[in-house]
């Protein structure tokens, strides 16, 4: 599938940059590398949000953490932006975290009601990435393209990121002050984006694949652009 533009995208990214420029978060006058790391965010994030707005009839314990994907995705771009780069990380984190228990709690309602029930009731990470290995949905998808695997490889590399911040200056003012965007930060971080989205977008396409099926042309090529030609190409198979 070639990258071709697609209108709603497009429109939706410059109503953005324009956000974002008239609350000075980036210069009325940004750099073309500035906005090709930011399209390229817009282009991620955008699509991850799409699912709170295209899914239909989803159960109780499934929709907050589609939601919750929406939510996260929504603030990485002026968080890079900014150069709150360990924010971005977190947020970026918590779109996998949620992604992975949507998997697991649309199968089990009662769980959910459990964790909301129990203070100290929780799932371990580890618990929620085993679960889609022995999914039916995904015992096949895994092996063709390998889309769980990727994203506990990329959590374990956020996470490695979060962890290993360092303030150095006592006075609050001047730590803040030193925190601005950085070109080669956001090019570090525009594919730690780009991989959660190719991977969640790819797990979500299958487990809602018949849902996926129903969305409009447009909406189905902003979703499957962020992925390989391989991951669509299981897609296609499955659908």
């Not at 533009?5 to 953005?16: G, I, K, R, W, Y």
């Not at 995705?73 to 780069?85: D, F, H, S, T």
């Not at 009601?113 to 995904?138: C, G, I, S």
């Not at 070109?183 to 190719?198: Q, V, Y």
Request: glycine residues 4%; positive net charge; proline residues 5%.
């Amino acid at each position: 599938m070639a990258k071709r533009p697609v209108p709603a995208l497009s429109t939706d990214f410059s109503n953005v940059l324009s956000f974002l420029t008239e609350h000075r978060i980036v210069p009325l006058s940004p750099p073309g590398s500035l906005l090709d790391i930011a399209r390229r965010i817009h282009n991620a994030t955008y699509s991850l949000i799409l699912w709170r707005f295209r899914l239909r009839r989803l159960s109780e314990s499934g929709r907050p953490f589609i939601e919750e994907i929406a939510s996260d995705a929504l603030q990485i771009l002026p968080q890079v932006m900014m150069g709150y780069g360990k924010t971005a990380k977190l947020l970026t984190r918590g779109v996998i975290e949620n992604a992975l228990r949507h998997i697991y709690f649309s199968d089990h309602p009662v769980e959910f009601d459990r964790m909301n029930r129990e203070a100290k009731w929780y799932l371990t990470q580890e618990f929620l990435f085993d679960y889609p290995k022995t999914h039916p949905v995904f015992i096949e998808s895994e092996r063709r393209f390998d889309a769980v695997n990727r994203l506990s490889s990329l959590y374990s590399e956020l996470s490695a990121g979060i962890h290993g911040r360092r303030v150095t200056d006592l006075e609050m003012r001047v730590a803040l002050g030193k925190i601005r965007y950085s070109e080669d930060a956001a090019n570090r971080e525009a594919p730690l984006i780009e991989r959660c989205a190719e991977a969640v977008n790819f797990l979500l396409a299958m487990f809602h694949r018949d849902k996926m099926r129903s969305f409009q042309v447009e909406d189905r090529r902003i979703i499957l652009q962020t992925m390989p030609s391989k991951a669509r190409l299981v897609w296609k198979e499955e659908a």
